[in-house]
């Protein structure tokens, strides 16, 4: 379905739950009655058959966000050894940069996270040894990067 067509349908889905919510009222009129008796298995047969068709952005979507998860999940990896590395060696500006959770990433939109892992990436040049101490590898580094 087209985004019009899935509003028009979630629409159509939301009078047939209000409908069936006050079947006693809509059951006293008639015609009310005998329309909600055709719509029910109408939006039915609409939902099979899209179901069974299958959608195009839902397939992105489902990349995108395993693409975000990764991304998430390195961020967080290189965020906690960086924050180690700075806790031992004194590095107050790259604690102060990294001491954030994982949710903070979480709620942190698209754009955002892809900088965010950027000024990561900047973070570790020229300690990428001294990170390995710390769990990060230089694999790790460039999965993020490629990310």
């Known amino acids: 379905m087209t985004d019009k067509q899935e509003d028009y349908y979630s629409m159509l889905t939301v009078l ?8 006693t009222v809509v059951a006293e009129i008639p015609a009310f009655k005998r329309a909600l008796e055709k719509f029910s298995p109408l939006l039915e047969r609409i939902k099979q058959v ?5 959608s195009i ?4 979507t489902d990349v995108k966000g395993n693409i975000r998860n990764n991304l998430i999940a390195s961020v967080t990896q290189t965020a ?3 924050s180690t590395y700075a806790d031992e060696h004194d590095k107050s500006e790259i604690l102060n940069r990294v001491d954030k959770t994982n949710s903070y990433y979480n709620r ?3 754009t955002n996270l892809i900088i965010e892992a950027t000024a990561l990436v900047n973070l570790t040049k020229g300690i990428e040894t001294e990170l390995e101490d710390h769990g990060l590898k230089s694999e790790d580094i460039a999965n993020l990067t490629s990310l």
Request: without cysteine; glycine residues 8%.
């Open 50 to 54: 899209d179901s069974e068709r299958g």
């Open 80 to 82: 906690a050894a960086l």
């Open 16 to 23: 047939n739950s209000l409908l069936i919510k006050f079947v």
């Open 108 to 110: 942190l939109r698209d």
């Open 57 to 60: 952005t839902s397939g992105k």
